[in-house]
């Protein structure tokens, strides 16, 4: 087709081109996540602020640590029991999506209109069923004061359920696709080996829908971790969640509250990024085959 | 341990489909034997291992391995090996773990069952490839690591579905050495499902020729061959010639002449079918043919796999193909006489 | 290795006949309607609210039924804020779909220079938190004058386009570029073989992208509220104002239901896309090609 002395300039076009291709995605993502984190960090620490001299000072760290610590332990705390949840539920999602028959169409149904609810609407819709005057509260006929406080409770139950509920779905189907595309073609070669339901399920189905499950609970982790509508929505005053104390630092009138609202994000950002990174190093030995 | 497979009167029916997938099938499979089910696309023929296997349920008829009906038995406790067109191998298993996976679903420990394992990976020939990534395998090695899997299960019967179709032909024939290796070895019952006559007639003790879900006949290789119960039979083997005419006295008259057939074929009706391979070709001659030969003038000469074909028509206007001994002794337009040895020729009755 | 080592298997392989119980099947049944039910059970609240005039406790339904919930939310703003959210929506679909699917492509079938931190880039946003991201970015943003919508809609698209991304490169994984070099052959030009044969192909897989994209936009709450600073009020800012105070759950309740319904809407249609059209779905990458459904086609015996 083409004489051959054409073809080393038609790579480096075909390189250029490629490389255009991804420039506008890239520049804008590059833009926004190392902009927003540089200067996050800078406002921390006190080289970008809103007035007054360019000074750099780590009081924005040292002055709150003891806070910083507590909201951080507590965000941790909310993300990890609402992730342990979802992920249980969602394989569970997954099995009944990937079973046949009618139960999978009821359930990719409804877990798929679960996704599309905003969380904020969640946190409302959650709040009307669990507070002290809910609807769940009404059918059950228990009175304000011996219902069990979950809406701003100290147990924070409410935010727990709500992040389970949404992020369940979202892991039950992520992780059915995996299952309906990768592992279904297996199962009869497992059936015809010898492996009954139970072993299917251990020996083929869940090694394979790992990956999947992995980096779908990390991606809800790491959502839960910095999300703020449903802590401040469900949630009590004291103590505060990572974002909510974030967001109550950023909009307060003291000057000394915006480097300490950044110095929340930077903290919570450099949690995030370690704790995707450790997913990715622990997933780098599996194949993940696209 | 193997086992005998006997179908009877299956049918098998996909909701959606307009016909049947089986239709009244019954076959019978000798345990320690290979059958080869052949037949072209859509005849049904996946269907039949499938059915038999339990991946599907029959919607009418039995099926029997070694003489007890299975159709309350899931697949995995039916005792039955099935190696498909893909390989299938678990991807998140080493080579040796896959083979050992059998051993390791019946609770035997990783040790024991990777053990067991290498007796059958050496077998395959693939001794030395247990370490290995199942992506790091190519067609053929997967192939055999798929059949080594599927015999370290210690099936009662083997069941292939065109295991060998995607490789090409060189593979393919080591495949077929690789099958005599495990017949001599273990001795299983191996029903094998192909589209490929040559594979079939290479490997099979019988075929079961099967057509749009029925089967056609199921025999040796030489009768299917030779003896074909119908000209369906005889076309999906390959066969090029039919004649029309009847049969009398021990002879086949049609327009060509008087054929001399084998005895005890029925007087009446019927369809004279000889193998092209089997027609003996003078050359360019004037003689008068003898008992069991027929005059006809060559219109066409052409190359057909290693052989020549040639066509010689006759006076009504029908045609013959028969293939011809090397040399040049017969060109285009002459005269010609073939001779038709009785113990070649066939009549399937109308 | 003689016959004997290889009958040991069989020995051990003896097990008494399970039958296909129907306990089992009503175990399942059993967990499916838990399962049901437990996505269903926040929803439930909502659609009584919506309609409930007067709900007394401790009746178990309302008291009243009626419109107030409805005609509390117009008069908080519901119609506006609906409107906001819609085009804010599709405006970071508009956007993010077709820059993920850009990289998508250029990821998978080109040569881009240093690919793995390309394609890392383009996750990264995932694991940023958005309040610290737009903690950070909108001291940047004011200071170069950029009108809150548009930071607003640049934040939003950025956090859409790992979404789309991801979405498309699964896509065009199982995208076989031969259809294209046929068409090639057929003389058709790039624009032709773009818009009769790329992007009929990967319609489906786009269709799914846009929605995750709408989904981000629509969703958003706290970029919404700083970044936009106040003048872009969308159906969450609403509803979060209402739902802090106390004694407005009819009101609450019709504007979840309205941040509910136009996604369930989208998703209803982009299903119906997703039937896309079938394709012979093998390519050079071994595992990806195998179709299963074709596998399990009943019309395609053999």
Redesign the interface.
């Known amino acids: 087709m083409l004489p051959s002395r054409l073809k080393p300039t038609t790579?480096v076009a075909?390189?250029n081109?490629?490389?255009l291709?991804?420039l506008?995605?890239?520049v804008?993502?590059?833009?926004?996540?190392g902009?927003?984190?540089?200067?996050?960090?800078l406002?921390s620490l006190g080289l970008?602020p809103?007035v007054g001299p360019v000074r750099l000072s780590l009081d924005a760290y040292t002055g709150q640590a003891g806070e910083l610590i507590h909201a951080l332990g507590l965000s941790l705390a909310i993300a990890a029991a609402a992730t342990v949840i979802a992920a249980v539920?969602g394989v569970?999602?997954a099995l009944?999506i990937v079973?046949g028959r009618w139960?999978a169409r009821?359930?990719a149904i409804?877990?798929?209109?679960?996704?599309?609810?905003?969380?904020?609407?969640?946190?409302?819709?959650?709040?009307?069923?669990l507070a002290d005057?809910?609807?769940?509260?009404?059918?059950l006929?228990v009175?304000?004061d011996l219902w069990p406080s979950i809406v701003g409770g100290p147990w924070w139950v409410a935010v727990i359920a709500?992040y389970a509920?949404k992020e369940?779905?979202f892991i039950g189907l992520v992780v059915a696709g995996t299952l309906?595309?990768?592992t279904?073609?297996?199962d009869?070669?497992?059936?015809?080996?010898?492996?009954?339901r139970w072993?299917r399920f251990r020996?083929?189905t869940l090694?394979?829908a790992v990956p999947a499950l992995v980096i779908s609970s990390m991606?809800a982790f790491?959502?839960t971790?910095?999300?703020?509508?449903v802590a401040w929505?469900l949630g009590r005053t004291y103590p505060e969640p990572?974002?909510v104390m974030?967001?109550r630092l950023?909009t307060s009138v003291t000057l000394t509250a915006r480097p300490e609202?950044?110095a929340v994000?930077?903290l919570?950002?450099a949690v995030?990024?370690v704790?995707?990174g450790l997913c990715f190093w622990a997933l780098r030995k599996?194949?993940v085959?696209? | 341990m193997s086992a005998g497979v006997s179908l009877r009167n299956v049918s098998k029916s996909f909701g959606s489909a307009r016909a049947p997938a089986l239709c009244g099938v019954s076959l019978d499979v000798a345990a320690g034997s290979c059958t080869v089910i052949l037949g072209p696309s859509g005849s049904g023929k996946s269907t039949i291992l499938r059915v038999i296997a339990g991946l599907d349920a029959v919607s009418d008829g039995t099926v029997h391995v070694d003489g007890v009906d299975v159709a309350a038995v899931p697949s995995e406790q039916r005792g039955i090996g099935m190696v498909f067109q893909r390989p299938l191998l678990f991807p998140h298993l080493s080579v040796l773990d896959n083979v050992a996976f059998s051993q390791r679903v019946s609770g035997a420990s990783r040790a024991e069952s990777r053990r067991h394992a290498q007796h059958y990976l050496d077998l395959v020939q693939l001794g030395g490839f247990g370490g290995r990534s199942v992506q790091a395998l190519s067609g053929g090695q997967e192939q055999r690591v798929a059949i080594a899997r599927a015999l370290a299960a210690a099936p009662r019967v083997l069941l292939m579905d065109e295991p060998f179709s995607a490789l090409d032909p060189a593979l393919r024939e080591d495949m077929h050495e690789l099958l005599c290796d495990i017949r001599n070895a273990l001795s299983p019952t191996i029903i094998l499902v192909t589209h490929d006559r040559d594979e079939a007639a290479a490997i099979a003790d019988r075929i079961a020729v099967i057509q749009a879900g029925a089967l056609l006949q199921h025999d040796t290789v030489d009768r299917i061959y030779h003896r074909p119960l119908s000209t369906g039979v005889s076309r999906l083997m390959g066969g090029l010639n039919e004649i029309l005419g009847h049969v009398h006295a021990g002879m086949h008259v049609s327009p060509l002449g008087e054929v001399p057939v084998s005895p005890g074929t029925p007087d009446g009706p019927g369809t004279l079918v000889i193998r092209h391979e089997a027609i003996e070709v003078s050359r360019c001659t004037e003689e008068e043919p003898s008992a069991s030969g027929v005059v006809g003038h060559v219109s066409r000469v052409r190359q057909f796999g290693p052989r020549r074909m040639v066509t010689v028509s006759f006076a009504d206007g029908s045609e013959m193909l028969a293939a011809l001994p090397p040399g040049d002794a017969v060109q285009n337009g002459c005269r010609v006489v073939l001779t038709l040895p009785a113990a070649a020729v066939s009549v399937v009755p109308l | 290795m003689t016959r004997g080592d290889l009958r040991t298997a069989s020995a051990t392989r003896a097990r008494p006949l399970r039958a296909r119980g129907a306990s089992g099947r009503g175990v399942r049944n059993l967990g499916v309607l838990l399962v049901v039910g437990w996505f269903l059970l926040p929803v439930a609240p909502l659609a009584l609210w919506a309609f409930a005039n007067d709900w007394a406790f401790p009746s178990a339904l309302p008291s009243e039924w009626g419109w107030d919930g409805l005609i509390g939310s117009v008069r908080q703003g519901a119609l506006p804020a609906l409107g906001h959210s819609l085009a804010l929506s599709l405006l970071v679909s508009a956007i993010a779909t077709p820059l993920g699917a850009m990289a998508a492509r250029a990821l998978t079938f080109g040569a881009v220079p240093w690919p793995r931190a390309v394609g890392l880039a383009l996750l990264a946003p995932i694991a940023l938190p958005p309040f610290a991201a737009v903690m950070g970015l909108n001291v940047i943003l004011l200071r170069a004058h950029v009108p809150p919508e548009m930071g607003l809609v640049l934040v939003l698209v950025v956090m859409a386009i790992p979404y789309t991304t991801f979405t498309m490169r699964v896509a065009y994984a199982a995208h076989d570029i031969r259809y294209e070099e046929e068409a090639r052959t057929l003389g058709a030009s790039r624009r032709n073989v773009l818009w009769r044969v790329h992007v009929p192909l990967v319609a489906p897989a786009l269709a799914r992208a846009a929605f995750l994209a709408f989904l981000v936009g629509w969703s958003d709450y706290v970029v919404t509220l700083i970044v936009g600073g106040g003048e872009v009020v969308t159906l969450p800012l609403v509803t979060a104002s209402i739902a802090a105070g106390i004694g407005n759950d009819a009101t609450v309740a019709v504007l979840s239901l309205s941040a509910i319904v136009p996604p369930l809407i989208l998703l209803a249609l982009a299903g119906r896309t997703g039937a896309g059209p079938r394709t012979d779905g093998r390519t050079a990458v071994r595992y990806q090609a195998f179709d299963y459904q074709a596998d399990r086609d009943p019309g395609e015996q053999k």
């Open positions: 790579a075909r390189r081109r490629c490389a291709l991804v506008p995605a890239v804008l993502a590059v833009f926004v996540v902009g927003g984190i540089g200067a996050a960090t406002q970008m809103l539920v569970g999602t009944f079973g139960g009821l359930v409804t877990s798929a209109a679960t996704v599309t609810i905003p969380h904020l609407i969640g946190a409302a819709a959650v709040g009307l069923l005057s809910g609807v769940l509260a009404r059918v006929g009175p304000p709500e509920w369940s779905a309906l595309t990768r279904a073609r297996f009869e070669s497992a059936a015809m080996l010898g492996a009954g072993n020996f083929v090694p394979l991606i790491v959502y971790l910095g999300s703020y509508e929505l990572l974002a974030a967001l950023f609202a950044a994000a930077v919570t950002t995030s990024f704790i995707v599996t194949a085959w696209r």
